[in-house]
Every structure is written in C-alpha cells, then in structure tokens.
C-alpha cells in the first residue's frame, strides 16, 4: 500500500509564514504530479499548488506569488511554503499524489489524512 502523510500545519497570524510537508512511502515505483489540495469549512476541495515529476508548477490564483510548491524526488517528499497568510487561507490542506503502486502495477491517486491551517490574530 502507499500512504501520505502530512506534517507541518498550525495556527499562525496573518502575514506569517508555514511550511507543509507530506512524505510518500510504501509500494512505489514512481511518483508522477504531487499536489496540495484545501479545504475550508463549508466549501468544496480545491487545487492549491500542483508540481509534476520534472517540476513544472502551476498555482491557484489568489496563492500566486505567495505560495512555493517543491518536491524532493529522491526522498518522495513535496512541500508547500506559504508567506503572507491570509485569514481566508484557513483550510484544511492534503497532499495529493499520483503513483506507480509496483505491488498493484498500476497508477493510483492517493490522499493523505489533512493538516489543519489557521491563519488568525
């Protein structure tokens, strides 16, 4: 089986700064895009950050210039540095991965469990 798992969240107050990480471990053969999702209350799940294996990025608008996707391939890790929080930032944030499972031979997307993000004075 492959597992993600989150690290990384908290509360911080507007303007300041976090770091999520999420680890992939397990059955993998190969990683293709690696993503972080959030999820604030009441809302729907949203594409946040996306990075692929050769590491072309693309963002959400209202993160540009704000948030920095980055992954270490040879460790299975992808991080998300995020300055400027805003109180609107505050979500629920997963990482999100495409992976060549070598024990089902097969390309599965998968989820990790979530870290929470608060952004508040």
């Known amino acids: 089986q492959v597992q993600l798992v989150e690290s990384g969240g908290g509360l911080v107050q507007p303007g300041g700064s976090l770091r999520l990480s999420c680890a992939a471990s397990?059955?993998?053969?190969?990683?293709?895009?690696m993503n972080w999702y959030r999820q604030a209350p009441g809302k729907q799940r949203e594409l946040v950050a996306a990075t692929d294996s050769g590491g072309r990025t693309n963002y959400e608008d209202s993160v540009k210039g704000r948030f920095t996707i980055s992954r270490d391939n040879a460790k299975n890790t992808v991080s998300l540095l995020m300055n400027s929080l805003k109180p609107e930032d505050t979500a629920v944030y997963y990482c999100n991965a495409d992976v060549w499972n070598y024990f089902t031979s097969a390309w599965n997307n998968y989820w990790g469990q979530g870290t929470q993000v608060t952004v508040s004075s």
């Open positions: 397990g059955s993998i053969g190969s990683i293709g895009k």
